[in-house]
């Protein structure tokens, strides 16, 4: 069984690009959740999404954004990239939650990612 | 708001040492617990899951307890091995927060050979 699957891995960009990373989550997941890691902050959650609408929103300004495409399929996006961006990306997959509760027969764990390592010079 | 703290941030020990890694968190709300494990550069490889109505759970030489009315969790891990190296981390949902998780800082361990 396929894990999740995010790309590219290691990526260099410089102050005001865009990137756009990716994830595939573990078949059958429909929840996509995202996370960024950084030495001082730790691990913040961005957003998730669960059958192509964003279910959660973390405190992160508006030039991140994500989308889930019919296949579950995950996109995040960063416009106008600063220094402070560079970090390392993680998605996160799961069957989903309803309301309070994991989707019927699953238990709510999260499978991380490899994550993507987004260096702004 | 839920904060989680993890102690102590780092730990070093001989190879076939018991040890115990602590976690706290200040809201008891929680639907469930989970841990994970990082290896340098990588991604977060899920430990054990344990929800709010169950005590223990157990995975090989792993061990992990949660107490939820004081808001802390702990994770045993039995006769360490180099390869047990890497930071752990606790995170935990809260009821309404869907696939958001909190995460401790984590605890970098290192088993010496």
């Known amino acids: 069984k396929a894990g999740v699957t995010q790309t590219p891995r290691y990526l260099i960009k410089t102050r005001g690009q865009q990137v756009t990373l990716s994830c595939s989550p573990i078949?059958?997941?429909?929840?996509v959740s995202w996370y960024q890691q950084t030495p001082g902050q730790g691990l913040q959650f961005l957003f998730e999404?669960?059958?192509?609408?964003?279910?959660n929103k973390g405190n992160f300004p508006g030039r991140f954004s994500g989308r889930q495409f019919s296949n579950s399929r995950s996109e995040m996006n960063v416009s106008t990239l600063e220094l402070g961006d560079s970090a390392l990306y993680l998605c996160?997959?799961?069957?989903?939650?309803?309301?309070?509760?994991?989707?019927?027969?699953?238990?709510?764990?999260?499978?991380f990612g490899e994550g993507s390592r987004l260096t702004v010079l | 708001k839920q904060e989680v703290t993890q102690i102590p941030a780092a730990l070093s020990v001989p190879e076939g040492e018991n040890l115990v890694l602590n976690c706290s968190f200040t809201?008891?709300?929680?639907?469930?617990l989970q841990w994970f494990r990082q290896d340098p550069g990588k991604g977060l490889t899920s430990l054990l899951l344990?929800?709010?109505?169950?005590r223990e759970q157990t995975s090989g030489r792993l061990n992990a307890s949660l107490d939820k009315s004081s808001g802390r969790s702990t994770l045993y891990i039995a006769a360490s091995q180099p390869g047990d190296s890497a930071t752990y981390l606790c995170?935990?949902?809260?009821?309404?927060?869907?696939?958001?998780?909190?995460f401790g800082e984590g605890t970098q361990l290192t088993v010496n050979p």
């Open positions: 996160a997959s799961s069957f989903g939650f309803t309301g309070h509760s994991p989707v019927a027969g699953s238990t709510g764990e999260l499978f």
């Open positions: 078949s059958g997941h429909r929840s």
């Open positions: 999404y669960f059958s192509e609408t964003q279910r």
């Open positions: 809201d008891s709300a929680i639907y469930n």
């Open positions: 344990i929800q709010s109505s169950q």
């Open positions: 995170a935990v949902r809260e009821g309404t927060s869907g696939s958001r998780l909190t």
